[in-house]
């Protein structure tokens, strides 16, 4: 970064404790970050932008940041890819009931006979309807590869425009009954926003194919999870894939450690190789962008949440 913009001052804070990133905060007119607080906006007297690692922003869209004239940018972009691979690792999974054969293989089970007996269960995703909640960045990237293995991809997108070629049909924010009951594997990938705050419950999975499946690459609060566990115990889902939950992590006691068919993971969908060489690709062009006082890609509407 110093090399393509020598006009800059850069400096990397490396000092974990926090009355010296405070002090470094004293001066930035531009944070590079994972995290923001109340306290880093307090001493960040001169701060006129923060870019954030992460696609979502919610996390530091507190009021006072709200209000302020700071700029605030995310890496919207940056996780299409490893996302996209982990949800369908997530449905191929499902489908081909490795989250059943795998627990047999630990016990040294060669459990022919129990698979065998799973034989209607066990399918490939050809031909089936996966159905994707927001389609930004992180949506169209599982379009493109569901497209790909022969799947019949419906999407729903809370603007119009354009239909993708990755989607076979797209449908508008009040149309969303309709993409529940026609999905197999129903992919939620949008934002946490007012809007979108508990849009999944009792009465959307009801709506929804009882052998479907509803994985969540999003943010937890999306979706009502008790509603969803009482849904998952009573076999009214095929299963759910959770790299996202509410709260986050989920309690000691949670249910959702031991049903049989919940397959969870810690919020680790967005990680790749080369992480930070692909992160500091992204921000680079960004702050060109704002060096020369040019309009900015990956701007976050902070009253909107995205």
């Not at 190789?273 to 900015?296: D, K, T």
Request: net charge negative; hydrophobic share 40%.
């Amino acid at each position: 970064l110093q090399e393509a913009y020598p006009e800059a001052t850069i400096d990397l804070i490396r000092d974990p404790d926090p009355e010296a990133r405070i002090a470094a905060l004293a001066d930035a007119e531009v944070l590079y970050a994972v995290r923001f607080s109340k306290n880093d906006l307090t001493a960040a007297k001169r701060l006129k932008w923060l870019h954030l690692t992460s696609a979502g922003a919610t996390h530091v869209l507190f009021p006072e940041m709200i209000e302020s004239d700071i700029l605030v940018t995310n890496s919207r972009g940056l996780y299409g890819v490893p996302i996209a691979e982990h949800v369908l690792g997530v449905m191929l999974m499902f489908t081909r009931r490795f989250h059943e054969a795998y627990p047999l293989q630990r016990e040294g089970r060669w459990a022919r006979p129990e698979m065998l007996g799973r034989f209607p269960l066990i399918a490939e995703l050809h031909g089936r309807t996966v159905g994707i909640i927001g389609l930004g960045s992180i949506g169209l990237a599982v379009a493109e590869r569901c497209q790909a293995l022969g799947m019949r991809v419906i999407a729903n997108k809370r603007r119009g425009g354009a239909k993708p070629v990755c989607v076979d049909q797209l449908f508008g924010p009040g149309d969303l009954p309709e993409l529940l009951a026609q999905s197999d594997y129903v992919v939620i990938a949008a934002p946490l926003t007012p809007e979108t705050k508990g849009m999944i419950g009792e009465k959307e999975i009801h709506q929804m194919k009882p052998t479907a499946f509803l994985l969540n690459v999003g943010r937890g609060p999306i979706i009502r999870e008790a509603d969803l566990i009482q849904a998952l115990k009573e076999d009214r889902l095929g299963g759910a894939g959770l790299d996202v939950t509410d709260p986050e992590p989920p309690a000691a006691d949670s249910e959702l450690f031991h049903l049989p068919n919940v397959i969870l993971t810690p919020h680790y969908s967005g990680l790749r190789s080369n992480y930070w060489e692909h992160s500091v690709a992204l921000f680079q062009p960004i702050l060109g962008q704002y060096l020369r006082g040019e309009p900015m890609d990956n701007l976050v509407d902070k009253r909107g949440g995205y």
